[in-house]
């Protein structure tokens, strides 16, 4: 039983952890609202409300510290302020203290001291111009929060089963009337006449806030209806109508004009807004939805039950890595079952059962198609939940640089493999803070060059193939390409003579290089030359890219080139002495034929003409030997492109074209980093699969000498393909 409890306590833990950092965000994201429109009440109301679900969730798992620091600053939310900027910065750092929290709750370390935080609040408690009084008017159009009784919320839930609406109304006593008891009086009367009195604040007949009188009503009228009937001349003022929950199924009907009965609540009413505590109020299985008009063409329109079962399951990701794996093996064995089918054809030529056997193989694959689609995109999510991280980020570091920053999100839409997204978010962070701390002017610099004081940064993403691309782009100061340049011959990674004859795209590649900054002094934020070479070693850790345009005086784009999952991919079959390799099909822009005789050396590198082009080559294999005959060899030409640049692959034979699972290798099996991956075919041989960005990577820094130069490098030995097959092999199994 003890077992039990532990299990279900920690299970209750890991679930907090889920809801909490979504809370968290939610935190920095009303609070960078409330920054830029201070005031805003509804704002404040959505943070508390915020606040207070992170203490309840905190105190039912017993971490009481996190709940009382949240319990005060929900006191403090609570206050009637006229210093939203003290109350900002109140709330982001409470954020960050939560978020320490919850590390620390997670690893078991020692808590980080809350006291900071809280002088914060006391302070801002004890600021007279936080605790100024309204303006009669903001107390008209701002109600009081109200806590429901137990029972009060059971009514509401009891009245919503029995298919009636539930609003919460708010009269406001006109402050001229003189007997504003009596007033209260009037209005639970005119409200009892149309439906249920399920609570109010104050008590009726009671002398304290008396100028305000709220009430839970249960009917059947609509939002309008009520409305009228509160507005009592020089008696009620004001009238708002909250809808606190719709019905679990309400049968609309036909009525006569005027009635106000069996028709939906109104929302385009300004009195009428959704309830800020409906979820407290109808309690946590009340899922509520406004009801739309009912269509003149039907008689009867029925809702659907409001208070169906919650349709999202929360799936530990290895869960799904273990399905996704297991689809991967029956890809390996539809693939068996394809090459035994197409010897049995072989062998066979007029069997009968040869037609039978392919119209299950067929049907077979469909639904193996149909299943891989499902659970890839089981493994999607939404960029905008990487997105969403960077405002608070932007808006930390903007201000700790002294600039003026705006960030426009784009793309939020776009999917991407969850791991993919977890893994770039590091890279990602690199940029933005370079974005700030390089790109984007001062204000009087910015002034200066004709631009608005305040700088932007764009994050967008969108598919492009089969392929995710990310960018990060800004209207700065751009990059110098002539002073990465000399940065390269200062620091001795370039030849002057050989600096002239470099493209932009090359002379940018240098930014990516260990240690190199083109920062004139170093600061908090950059110019200690960390940061672009972890963007490029994760890339091509993700079988990704990373490439820079850049406009001096006009901004920089650092673009993210990612496939949509590391799983499986539609790869291209190619031999190389007799070796079998694979490079993911959607880099391979067109494939070509060529002589030996064609490939010419240029600078102690091969090109070759194609089309008008002069296209860099690279072999995987060393230079064939010339034929007794005398005839030109052929070889095969593979033009990859990655971004702007293109490169031709010259390999031996195409195998075609084949959908392959990618088998890991540790650095034990491969030891190079120009093979990405394994996997095996169906007649159990093993191809391996070649990391693009690592080879064009060392083709771009280590030009050859000869003409087979490093062309060994790019092959495995005999012994580490061994190694490879065996690691394979055991994977599979």
Known sequence: MSQFADERAAELKQLFFETALELLQSLNDETLKLEKKPGDVETVRTIRRIVHTLKGDSAAVGYHELSELAHELEDALAVDTGAPTALAEVAFAAADTFSAMLSSYRDGTKLPSAEPVRKMIRKMARDPKARKPRSSKASAAIAPEVEWTEYEKLATQGALKQGKYVYHVTAQIDPNCAMPIAAQQLILKALTETGEVLGT??????????????????????????????????????????????????????????????????????????????????????????????????????????????????????????????????????????????????????????????????????????????????????????????????????????????????????????????????????????????????????????????????????????????????????????????????????????????????????????????????????????????????????????????????????????????AIIKALLFRVEQSLYAIPLNAVAEIARAHEADIHQVDNCEVLQLRNTVLPVARLGRPPEQKPDGRPEKVFVLVIAMGERKLGLLVNAIEGEEELVIKALDEQTAETDLVSGASILGNGHVVLILNLAAIVERFAKSRPDTVGGPATGLLLSHSERARVAQSAAGGQA
């Open 201 to 566: 604040r104050p008590e009726a007949g009671s002398a304290k806030n008396a100028m305000q009188f709220q009430l839970l009503v249960a009917s059947d009228h609509t939002a309008e209806f009520l409305t009228e009937k509160c507005r009592i001349p020089t008696i009620i003022s004001k009238v708002k109508i909250e809808i606190v929950g719709t019905p679990a199924q309400k049968v609309v009907q036909k009525t006569k004009a005027g009635d106000g009965s069996a028709k939906p609540p109104a929302t385009q009413d300004a009195v009428t807004q959704p309830s800020a505590n409906a979820e407290e109020i109808a309690g946590p299985v009340q899922e509520i939805e406004p009801v739309s008009s009912p269509s003149p063409e039907r008689e009867t329109a029925v809702r659907p039950t409001a208070a169906a079962p919650e349709n999202v399951l929360r799936v530990d990701a290895e869960r799904i890595d273990t399905v996704l794996n297991l689809v991967g093996e029956l890809i390996i064995g539809k693939s068996m079952l394809q090459q035994a089918l197409n010897e049995f054809a072989v062998r066979y030529p007029k069997e009968a059962m040869r037609g039978r056997f392919a119209d299950a193989m067929a049907f077979q694959s469909r639904v193996l198609n149909d299943l891989q689609r499902s659970v890839m995109k089981v493994r999607m999510v939404p960029v905008a939940q990487l997105f969403r991280r960077f405002p608070r980020m932007v808006r930390d570091v903007a201000k700790q640089c002294d600039k003026q920053v705006n960030l426009v999100l784009n793309g939020q839409d776009t999917a991407l493999d969850k791991s993919l997204l977890d893994a770039i978010a590091e890279p990602m962070t690199h940029l933005v803070r370079n974005a700030i701390g390089h790109g984007i002017e001062s204000a009087e610099e910015r002034a200066r060059a004709g631009k608005p004081a305040q700088g932007t940064i764009r994050l967008e993403a969108y598919h492009q193939g089969n392929q995710v691309i990310v960018e990060i782009s800004d209207d700065g100061r751009g990059i110098d390409a002539q002073k990465v340049k000399t940065r390269a011959i200062e620091r001795g990674l370039l030849k002057p003579e050989e600096a002239s004859r470099l493209s932009e795209a090359d002379i940018m590649d240098f930014l990516f290089r260990p240690g190199f900054s083109t920062a004139d002094e170093i600061t908090e934020i950059s110019g200690r030359g960390v940061g672009l070479d972890v963007v490029q070693s994760v890339l091509h850790r993700l079988k990704g890219t990373v490439h820079v345009v850049s406009r001096p005086g006009q901004g920089s784009t650092f673009r993210l080139q990612l496939p949509l999952t590391l």
